[in-house]
């Protein structure tokens, strides 16, 4: 599968390299090819450096793991056009959080979500919300002692889901919930929170959710 990661972080450089590693054909986008920082990240991940523009055309799956604050993914995304992402499946890894004098802040939220307004921006792609509420170290074979983690998602479109899933097992991970449509990424996107916050409250970074049923 052609999959273009949308960001140079950490989040970008851990899923380029787990799927290109796993045989799809990646490319790794981002606002300017020249950027010292930009070109060792894609070789870091081992894969091709593109634009944005470049990356959205050529992908089937399009990963956005760009940051949030100051217009920034809708930037990148405004850099290729909506018209690039039409009919793709767009995986958004985004969190709208910023840290703030008092502590980590939702700059989205209650009533509204990065997930809905990315699928508003996109009305004719298939936004799944997947990724968000975990550490970047984690996203590929999570191991916890407390058993195996969630990782939940949620978009419109089940298709779309369902391609999603399968590739997110492909990471090891065995237990993927869908939460419903995107709306749900009001809640999701809370639990990222909650997760940056339990680990700057202990100082250690090695948990995960897990839904408990009977």
Not at 12 to 21: I, T
Not at 162 to 170: D, K, W
Not at 201 to 210: C, D, E, I, L, Q
């Amino acid at each position: 599968m052609k999959i273009s990661i949308y960001g140079t972080g950490i989040v970008g450089k851990v899923l380029g390299k787990a799927y290109a590693e796993r045989g799809h054909a990646v490319v790794m986008g981002t606002r300017d090819p020249n950027s010292p920082n930009s070109q060792a990240a894609a070789l870091a991940a081992g894969v091709p450096l593109l634009s944005f523009a470049e990356a959205a055309a050529v992908g089937e799956v399009i990963i956005l793991a760009t940051k949030w604050d100051g217009g920034a993914t809708e930037n990148a995304i405004n850099m290729a056009g909506a018209a690039a992402f039409a009919g793709k499946i767009v995986i958004d890894a985004v969190n709208p959080l910023r840290f703030t004098a008092t502590g980590l802040d939702l700059t989205v939220g209650t009533t509204d979500s990065a997930g809905e307004q990315i699928q508003r921006l996109l009305p004719a792609a298939h936004v799944v919300k997947a990724f968000n509420m975990i550490g970047a170290g984690h996203m590929v074979n999570p191991t916890f002692v407390g058993g195996d983690p969630d990782m939940y998602i949620c978009g419109n479109d089940d298709a779309a889901k369902a391609t999603v899933r399968g590739l997110i097992a492909e990471l090891g991970w065995r237990s993927i919930i869908d939460m419903g449509d995107i709306r749900a990424s009001r809640m999701l996107e809370v639990l990222a929170q909650l997760w940056i916050v339990q680990g700057m409250r202990t100082g250690k970074w090695m948990h995960a959710f897990k839904l408990l049923q009977q």
